[in-house]
Antibody, heavy 125, light 108 residues
């Protein structure tokens, strides 16, 4: 069974960088699929942040509205991946979920099938 | 950018009743691109339906999806107490993913 466990600081100062790591167990991230992040501001809906994959030559894809601030990196040796979101403001306060994206054009797959438990990150001074 | 609009925002029903949730895209999309998720308070979303009508592993068969083009529907045939939650539709579009604003199914 695939399990995703996110970790990182829960309080970030405005203008600084939000950094989260997702440790994956039950599957090697270098074997396939896409690995990424979705967030949910308190009381609001879901927003896709971005994904990356070794399968796709390490290419990453980001939400155009966040692209300039988002970096996603994958570490095969530790079987984990990370999110860095820079220049944060209070609007970046949200629960951040790490997810596995099942994305395969030939098979018609375009959905998130595994999710971590989520971590509330607050941006405040 | 394709926009997803879910309706209604809130659906008040009793256990045992049928729930019909709508997700409308601002332009026609492939059915393969549409998925549905359930989210309970304090929990991560859970995949219910992918490719508009295919049930995810372990999902009860009272959940079904249908639709094509711009209009998609999630149906819960008979509501169980554990089905009262928020439901989101999700769309793939040009290497990006977007979600509808959600429909809350609450106990009447």
């Amino acid at each position: 069974q695939v399990h995703l466990q996110g970790s990182g600081p829960r309080l970030v100062t405005p203008s600084e960088t939000l950094s989260l790591t997702c440790a994956v167990s039950g599957y090697s991230i270098s074997s396939g699929f896409y690995w990424g992040w979705i967030r949910q501001p308190p009381g609001k809906g879901l927003e896709w942040i971005g994904v990356g994959s070794f399968y796709d030559n390490g290419r990453t894809y980001q939400n155009p509205s966040l692209k300039s601030r988002v970096t996603i990196s994958l570490d095969r040796s530790k079987n984990q991946y990370s999110l860095h979101l820079n220049s944060v403001t209070a609007a970046d306060t949200a629960v951040y979920y790490c997810t596995r994206l099942n994305w395969h054009h030939a098979r018609g797959n375009y959905y998130f099938d595994y999710w971590g438990q989520g971590a509330l990150v607050t941006v405040s001074s | 950018e394709i926009v997803l609009t879910q309706s209604p925002d809130t659906l008040s029903l009793s256990p045992g009743e049928r729930a019909t949730l709508s997700c409308r895209a601002s332009q026609s999309v492939s059915s393969s691109y549409l998925a549905w998720y359930q989210q309970k308070p304090g929990q991560a979303p859970r995949l219910l339906i992918y490719a508009a009508s295919s049930g995810a592993a372990g999902i009860a068969d009272r959940f079904s999806g249908s639709g094509s083009g711009t209009d998609f529907t999630l149906t819960i045939s008979r509501l169980e107490p554990e089905d009262f939650a928020v439901y989101y539709c999700q769309l793939y579009d040009d290497s990006s993913w977007t979600f509808g604003q959600g429909t809350k199914v609450e106990i009447k």
